[in-house]
């Protein structure tokens, strides 16, 4: 056997045996791939070559927008922001059916695009709206499997981490990718949207009756006109070419700590607890760029890419079947990995195939985050699935059933985005960030 083969055989069943034995994918990754490493190298120059990888993988500048962009999500969700979008989503779904779970949606969208975290808009957004809509008389799994269904869309509407991390080992455009980000998300919210209008339209007693005059509703909205405009700011500002997205991130932060002393909703001494959890959070993920940065380069040692590539086109050389087939491949590792790290071992691997065929890395990147998003929902590891039902105070087995008309009505919508590019392309290439 030769060495290449034998160091692919280490590194996937390396990773493989360490999920099985429960050990976070991290962990897995980075044992797996070090072993695969030194089986290729040696000890010595395995270590040594390892350790370069890791340095190389995090020594990005643009990978630091997403430490800022976590501890800007960190403040809003303190800060007192996400009540002014609720109360600013109720005035604008006004009296729609179901007004309440309709106003979730719209509330999931507005905080996570200002926070770019699907997580943090479930918890923020649910603890918000849940009691209420508890006393109007809204079923408890119900109620949760909407805040659930419509929380990543925040991963997928600018800023997203994400894309941040797909743009990193694609090397796509990270403008291009927010603006690509857009009308997907937009149709991801429509999508639920239409579940809670069908659900409710013959339920008249989940009509909300709260009359809201127009000086309310004015007042309302300005009240969150501050929030609202730091997509401006930020996506403004990168589009406009004022400040690259990295540099957009330390402003999201500044404007979000201004607001929330503003809103009078933190104290100085909470800032510290503030960093510290932005801090857990992003040493996750730069842990996983570096060890993930090793195992790219012990696929490309031992051929992965093209192997995976030549089993793919031997099933099929059609593309609507190939595309099918990533798809469908992703959901069901969305169903068990975090979407941060299926983004970093999976992209080297489809990213060529799909390339090959035609499909811009761009369009592949909002297919691939859409796929992994609809992961986060779904058991056994979904954490927006975990981190709604434990605000709702709700069993998972409750809230999988109400789910399934939502998880139906999201694959509709993926589909259509996979198998029409304008989706995505439309609006990167009317601002010029992308070639068609």
């Known amino acids: 056997m030769d060495t290449a083969t034998l160091a692919a055989l280490v590194l996937l069943g390396g990773i493989a045996l360490f999920l099985i ?3 976070p994918i991290s962990i897995a990754v980075g044992l ?63 009296k729609a059916p179901g007004s309440l779970a309709q106003t979730n949606i719209a509330a999931n969208v507005l905080f996570g695009a200002v926070s770019g975290s699907g997580v943090a808009a479930a918890a923020a957004i649910g603890s918000t709206i849940g009691p209420i809509q508890a006393k109007e008389g809204y079923n408890k ?6 805040n659930i269904a419509s929380a990543p869309a925040g991963m997928i509407i600018p800023p997203s981490n994400l894309m941040i991390v797909y743009s990193l080992v694609s090397s796509a455009s990270v403008a291009a990718l927010f603006v690509a980000g857009y009308i997907p998300g937009a149709m991801w ?35 969150a006109v501050p929030a609202l405009a730091l997509i401006v700011v930020v996506i403004g500002g990168i589009l406009a070419g004022y400040f690259t997205p990295t540099e957009g991130s330390n402003i999201a ?55 995976a590539s030549e089993a793919i086109f031997k099933v099929s050389d059609n593309p609507v079947v190939i595309l099918l087939l990533i798809a469908v491949i992703l959901l069901v590792l969305g169903m068990f990995m975090d979407p941060t790290p299926a983004v970093l071992i999976f992209t080297p691997i489809f990213l060529p195939i799909v390339t090959a065929m035609g ?17 986060t929902i779904t058991p056994p590891v979904g954490p927006i699935l975990f981190v709604g039902a434990k605000v709702a105070d709700i069993a998972i087995e409750d ?16 589909v259509m985005v996979i198998f029409t590019p304008g989706l995505s392309m439309w609006l990167p290439t009317q601002l010029d960030l992308v070639t068609p």
């Open 399 to 414: 809230v999988i059933r109400r789910l399934m008309p939502f998880f139906l009505a999201l694959l509709v919508v993926l």
């Open 21 to 23: 034995m429960g050990a």
């Open 189 to 223: 919210a429509a999508a639920c949207m239409v579940i809670v209008y069908l659900y409710a339209r013959k339920r008249p007693e989940l009509k909300y009756t709260e009359k809201i005059t127009f000086a309310q509703g004015a007042r309302t909205i300005l009240s």
């Open 253 to 307: 932060v500044i404007y979000s700590l201004v607001l929330a002393f503003a809103y009078r909703a933190i104290k100085v001494s909470q800032i510290p607890k503030m960093l510290l959890d932005a801090a857990r959070t992003t040493s996750v993920v730069m842990f996983l760029v570096g060890v993930s940065s090793i195992m790219g380069f012990v696929m490309s040692f031992a051929k992965i890419p093209a192997m």
């Open 141 to 146: 799994s119900f109620a949760a499997a909407t």
């Open 359 to 375: 499909i811009h890395p761009v369009h592949f990147g909002i297919m691939m985050v859409m796929n992994l998003s609809i992961g």
């Open 32 to 94: 797996s791939s070090l072993t695969a490493m030194i089986t290729a190298l040696g000890v010595e120059n395995g270590v040594l070559t390892s350790a370069q990888q890791v340095f190389r993988g995090i020594n990005s500048f643009p990978l630091l927008a997403i430490p800022f962009f976590v501890l800007a999500g960190v403040i809003m969700n303190q800060g007192g922001i996400a009540l002014r979008l609720v109360n600013a989503a109720k005035v604008m779904v006004g």
